[in-house]
């Protein structure tokens, strides 16, 4: 038996037009879901979906803006098909230095990343609950939301670890409904919004590739796989949080 094989499965996943959206929306069809594309830019959306169907897979795209709440009600409960697994892996960084007016960028960092979450989460739950579906909800967050500090990514580091505290908080409301929510935080991957890394400075002596994280995603999206975890967040990070190399 394949504990990872996601046949008949339903898969939404948000932030979908490039980095590491794109990349769990590859995984998550060749396992055998049916993958819902999701972001703003329907252009880069409608590229990915393509590749996918090339690749033997099956998905669609979903023009989704996570900040606004009526457009994600409206969107999603018309997509009118079970909802199996949720990734809620939009987000944004922008530098937020305490002493500078940057007070539009710290709410839209907030807006995105942590309203964002709320807003998919609580329409996706809905969905799961009311088709009586063993769901999976995977939030992003990082480990700058709990064991890695950056200098000027207050609202960033702030709106992360909001989200890890989110899902952990929710255990207890989704779990009577066989809903389970988990968190993955990433340390330092290779995509557009990776600040630069000394692979020195990380314990395994490498930057890792978007792949890196396949393994901890269908772990938590497979109910035959991790059916008893729920309220966990898997640190995949090199060994970073570790802080013993400077």
């Not at 490498?206 to 109910?223: I, K, R, T, V």
Request: aromatic share 6%; glycine share 8%; proline share 2%.
């Amino acid at each position: 038996m394949n504990i990872f094989d996601l046949s008949d499965k339903t898969a939404l996943v948000t932030g979908a037009s490039s980095g590491l959206g794109w990349r769990f929306c590859e995984v998550l069809a060749a396992a055998g879901a049916h993958v819902i594309a999701a972001a703003r830019r329907v252009d880069k959306l409608n590229e990915l979906v393509s590749s996918i169907k090339q690749a033997g897979g099956s998905a669609e795209s979903l023009k989704l803006d996570v900040r606004n709440f009526e457009q994600v009600k409206k969107q999603i409960s018309g997509l009118n098909q079970h909802i199996d697994i949720c990734i809620n892996n939009a987000g944004i960084a922008i530098d937020t230095p305490i002493f500078e007016d940057n007070q539009n960028n710290f709410e839209s960092v907030m807006q995105t990343n942590v309203l964002g979450v709320w807003y998919v989460t609580q329409v996706v739950a809905g969905i799961m609950k009311d088709q009586k579906i063993d769901g999976s909800i995977i939030n992003i967050s990082s480990i700058y939301g709990h064991s890695r500090l950056e200098e000027k990514q207050s609202a960033y580091c702030a709106s992360k670890a909001a989200v890890s505290q989110l899902t952990k908080s929710l255990v207890g409301e989704l779990s009577k409904f066989s809903i389970r929510i988990n968190a993955i935080a990433p340390g330092a991957i290779l995509t557009p919004m990776t600040p630069k890394w000394d692979h020195n400075n990380i314990p395994v002596g490498f930057l890792a590739e978007p792949s890196d994280l396949d393994g901890a995603l269908l772990f938590l999206a497979s109910n035959k796989a991790s059916r008893y975890v729920t309220g966990s967040c898997i640190t995949v990070d090199g060994g970073i949080s570790w802080g013993g190399i400077e």
